[in-house]
């Protein structure tokens, strides 16, 4: 029963998403102040309905009903209750209702915290989301309907792929996905804006928080998912510019610039249309990566590849969304005259330097992951495009931006002094000319690019703290002054220093796991492998047992100078069900560096291949990215940033004051 309550919350979730998507519009365009209310309603509504849907599907799978065909392909009785649980987003069907689920989250939380928006923008937002969400609804109901049952049932499950049997691929999806669909609220405002003719600072200040919001929630969900590939496919790698990794990657370039783009149009009223077409872009990279994902093109460990009609039903939608939106933009663009001028040296050029970069670089992200697959769908020469390409082509367009980074705060509004910028942050250069230089002689005779980029961190790194000083005039003026500028500056302020801050972090962590160092023996009880200074003592192999696995468990004595360090435990994991092995790594880390060792395959005769990597400074990729979203979250919480407060304040100063005469 409780199964087809789940189905019937589907079917009237997008009933309502049509009216969501029709009524507000109408009324919108006939000034009617009703039909334009029931977008907010609407919107709450259907947000309710996915919710139980989700609740339905999810509680099939907590109770094991295995006369549901999606619980029986994707779960089993063995199974730990967590991936019970996040099962049910391990899978095609399970993952779609989660978009949906995000898009409703989305749409609810515009409809309770639009109020100060003007009531034609929010109706026209409202009835954009409502269109998506009535979409993929109607993809889920034709093509992938979680919710079919089988007679009789099953006796047991099928089981999750191992693989997906990890914390990590518990959250990420959650959190890439909310980033995804995040995106699509700046869609909506874009396209609410076309139709309206209009883009002002106030959009800019509403499209902002938005979509810095969704920039977080992915930030951590492609470092969740790089750190998940890192310690779980015992490779020893964190990036391989994996098809669906680039799908990834390349909204998050694109939301970078059109967050910083968003401030031009706020503070200088110019880059409208510039805006406005990032908005959109960014919105359709995230349907691109779910058409890859799922139209059966792809061969990866993290795509669902499934019947290609399912592709074909998605690329249709992409086709009406994207086709739709950049027609619209085609037609109205022309329209949104910018206002400010700016010389090309100015903070505004900074940031238009960093628009260009980043969307050159998506591009780059873009024509080496599609082109593939573009030839071999005409009947080309099969190509295979990895790391070397993207490493030769990507990695150097992102230099001269982050050069830009260090200067770029420093520069005024409108028109600013380049040479004045750079004189004043001349410590970041004795910085990076320091790190470079002790770099180059610790690892010498290594490689020289990742010196280089060890010493773009800390030029980066620095600037950072440089014009954070500049900004409370610290040793400038009395300390008490110092700290009354810190405490009044905005957090939004606070944020992007962090934010920046994060950004030296993660390419130190970039550069310097460059300089890795690993061991790859066949070993005995009471071998040892000598790596960095390290002693890996062998001690063995025994059998171990898991909820719903069975493991050939090492023991690993780390020794260094004589002195026990750790004990480490990597594990090959076999699971029955699905007549499947998988590898567990044992990491231990200080912060500073990695020591990794993964348990190979045994020859059965006592052997067993050990690899074992050491990787400096690759922890600071992952804390990188945690201070980068943890700094989007501190400008986030900016009061300026909640749309109307400032005006309130205002309204409200204005009428304790007395009036002219009085």
Not at 41 to 61: K, P, R
Not at 194 to 223: H, K, Y
Not at 256 to 276: N, P, Q
């Amino acid at each position: 029963m409780i199964v087809e309550l789940g189905h019937f919350a589907l079917v009237l979730a997008l009933c309502v998403s049509l009216v969501q998507a029709s009524v507000p519009l109408a009324g919108a365009a006939r000034g009617q102040a009703a039909w334009m209310a029931v977008g907010r309603s609407a919107a709450l509504v259907e947000f309710g309905l996915v919710a139980l849907a989700m609740a339905a599907l999810m509680h099939a799978y907590v109770t094991n009903d295995f006369s549901v065909i999606n619980v029986i392909e994707n779960s089993h009785t063995d199974k730990p209750l967590l991936y019970q649980i996040t099962g049910v987003w391990g899978n095609h069907e399970g993952s779609m209702i989660l978009w949906v689920f995000m898009l409703g989250v989305c749409s609810a939380a515009l409809a309770l915290f639009s109020g100060n928006l003007p009531p034609a923008l929010r109706a026209r937002v409202l009835a954009v989301q409502g269109m998506i969400a009535a979409g993929f609804l109607l993809f889920i109901l034709a093509t992938s309907d979680p919710f079919l049952r089988t007679w009789p049932p099953a006796p047991n499950g099928e089981g999750l792929n191992p693989v997906l049997q990890d914390p990590g691929l518990a959250f990420h999806p959650p959190f890439l996905y909310l980033g995804y669909v995040g995106f699509s609220v700046g869609f909506a405002f874009a396209v609410a804006a076309l139709i309206e003719g209009r883009v002002d600072a106030a959009w800019a200040r509403w499209v902002r928080p938005w979509t810095l919001a969704s920039w977080c929630a992915l930030t951590i969900g492609i470092a969740m998912g790089s750190w998940w590939a890192y310690y779980t496919l015992g490779w020893g790698g964190w990036w391989f510019w994996d098809p669906v990794e680039n799908a990834s990657f390349m909204p998050w370039l694109v939301g970078t610039a059109l967050i910083h783009s968003s401030i031009v149009v706020e503070k200088r009223d110019t880059m409208k249309s510039w805006t406005i077409l990032l908005a959109i872009i960014t919105f359709s990279l995230s349907l691109v990566g779910t058409f890859l994902v799922r139209s059966g093109v792809l061969t990866s460990v993290h795509a669902f590849a499934t019947d290609p009609r399912r592709g074909a039903f998605i690329l249709l939608l992409l086709l009406v969304a994207v086709g739709g939106s950049l027609t619209l933009y085609a037609i109205r663009a022309p329209s949104l005259k910018g206002g400010g001028l700016f010389a090309p040296i100015s903070r505004e050029g900074a940031l238009v330097l960093n628009n260009l970069i980043l969307s050159c670089g998506c591009a780059t992200v873009f024509l080496g992951t599609l082109y593939p697959l573009f030839l071999d769908a005409v009947g080309g020469p099969k190509l295979s495009v990895g790391f070397p390409f993207f490493n030769r082509t990507f990695v150097p367009l992102m230099v001269p931006m982050v050069v830009a980074v260090g200067v770029g705060p420093m520069l005024s509004w409108k028109r600013g002094d380049l040479l004045g910028a750079l004189q004043r942050v001349w410590a970041a250069y004795v910085a990076a000319a320091l790190v470079a230089l002790i770099a180059f002689f610790v690892t010498h005779p290594g490689p020289v690019l990742p010196v280089l980029g060890l010493g773009l961190a800390a030029w980066v790194g620095t600037a950072v703290i440089v014009e954070f000083a500049e900004r409370i005039r610290l040793f400038r003026v009395p300390f008490g002054d110092t700290m009354r500028r810190a405490l009044h500056l905005p957090r939004s302020t606070y944020g992007m220093s962090i934010a920046h801050f994060g950004l030296a972090v993660s390419i130190a962590g970039f550069s310097a796991s460059a300089f890795d160092e690993q061991a790859i023996n066949a070993v005995y009880a009471g071998n040892n492998v000598q790596i960095a200074g390290y002693t890996l003592h062998f001690v063995g192999v025994e059998p171990a047992q898991g909820e719903n696995f069975r493991a050939q468990r090492a023991t690993v004595e780390v020794m260094r100078h004589g002195q026990l360090m750790a004990t480490l435990h990597p594990e090959q994991r076999f699971f029955p069900l699905q007549q499947q092995t998988t590898g567990e790594t044992a990491i231990r880390t200080n912060l500073l560096a990695d020591l990794y060792v993964a348990l190979g395959d045994g020859d059965g005769a006592g052997n067993w291949t050990l690899r074992a990597y050491w990787k400096p400074l690759v922890p600071w990729i992952w804390i990188g990215a945690v201070i980068m979203a943890f700094g989007g979250m501190l400008s986030l919480s900016d009061r300026r940033w909640r749309v109307g407060v400032a005006a309130r304040a205002r309204r409200a100063t204005s009428v304790l004051q007395p009036a002219p005469g009085e």
